[in-house]
């Protein structure tokens, strides 16, 4: 938490844009959540029963209601990408400032190529987190809790169908998860290797040049380059297995509920208009799943960037 208050610390004039960017996208959840139900109602009171006045009626609320969410959606990006850019640019105004009070010693403790890496790559990486962190990880969570209490208000049967296929697909997707966060704080130490081979090669290219050492520099980068490669790959193919487990939750979960929701229909438990409904809610539900997950990824990945730059604003400068 002392991370991320250090972090936060530096929003200062964009305080009023993170606070919009949430506020906005809990709106835009709202009328998205509604569209299913509204279309539940076109298709039962309207479609159903030939009756072209209510067609026209719940369209033109269903209408609205995108309209809508289009625009406050869009609202909600955009206070999102002021917050989150404007935090990356007071964070690297800040990193400057405290390097202009280092000693020489300060300097050579973290690498010149280190303080390359933390004003750009993590910076960047804790601009992307803080961005998703506004909007997504506000719209995932609240769509999920809207949703399900959408779908055990239609059918609490039907409902129990969600559950299972939230519960194995969250126990999935978070062993994935697991697995690939050690990997990605692994990758930003290899980026510092990776800078300081350019950084030596570039600012001493005269001395390489005149001992032919362009062979020996080159062989030095592949190495750095490499590893950051292996471990990129090796962190990408686990969470290559995301989309397909996404893919298999949901058709299963289309399938069952096509299966059961036929039934329950003929039972005249539920309305044709109401099974279309609970087919929405279900990609809804799964997608939100998915967006948590990667929320997850992406803030572990920023965790390691956020902890290394507030090595460098808490540094003590050796001499004042």
């Not at 403790?109 to 804790?126: E, H, Q």
């Not at 992406?298 to 003590?316: C, F, K, N, T």
């Amino acid at each position: 938490m002392n991370i991320i208050g250090k972090l936060m610390g530096q929003l200062k004039q964009y305080k009023t844009a993170a606070l919009l960017a949430p506020l906005f996208t809990f709106a835009a959840v709202g009328l998205e959540v509604l569209i299913p139900y509204v279309m539940a109602k076109l298709i039962d009171q309207g479609i159903a029963v030939g009756d072209m006045g209510q067609v026209f009626k719940w369209g033109i609320v269903m209408l609205a209601c995108a309209v809508l969410a289009l625009m406050v959606g869009a609202s909600s990006g955009v206070f999102g990408s002021e917050a989150a850019t404007g935090l990356a640019s007071n964070l690297r105004d800040a990193l400057f400032e405290k390097v202009q009070t280092y000693s020489f010693g300060n300097i050579d403790k973290f690498s010149t190529a280190g303080l390359v890496t933390r004003m750009t790559t993590d910076v960047t990486n804790v601009q992307n987190a803080f961005q998703m962190t506004l909007i997504i990880a506000t719209r995932a969570p609240i769509t999920l809790v809207a949703s399900l209490v959408m779908c055990v208000i239609i059918s609490p049967k039907l409902s129990v169908v969600f559950f299972v296929a939230m519960v194995a697909l969250g126990v999935a997707l978070v062993t994935i998860m697991l697995k690939t966060m050690p990997m990605f704080g692994n990758v930003f130490k290899r980026y510092d290797d990776l800078n300081s081979s350019v950084q030596e090669n570039v600012t001493a290219i005269r001395v390489v040049k005149a001992f032919v050492r362009e062979d020996h520099e080159s062989g030095k980068f592949k190495r750095a380059a490499d590893e950051v490669h292996d471990l990129f790959v090796a962190a990408e193919s686990l969470l290559a297995w995301n989309n397909p487990v996404m893919i298999c939750a949901v058709f299963g979960c289309v399938i069952a509920l096509s299966w059961f929701g036929t039934h329950t229909i003929l039972a005249g438990e539920i309305t044709t208009g109401e099974l279309t409904s609970l087919l929405g809610y279900v990609m809804a539900i799964l997608v939100s799943l998915m967006m948590l997950t990667m929320i997850f990824v992406m803030v572990s990945m920023s965790a390691a960037s956020g902890q290394r730059i507030v090595e460098v604003l808490d540094e003590v400068p050796e001499i004042t």
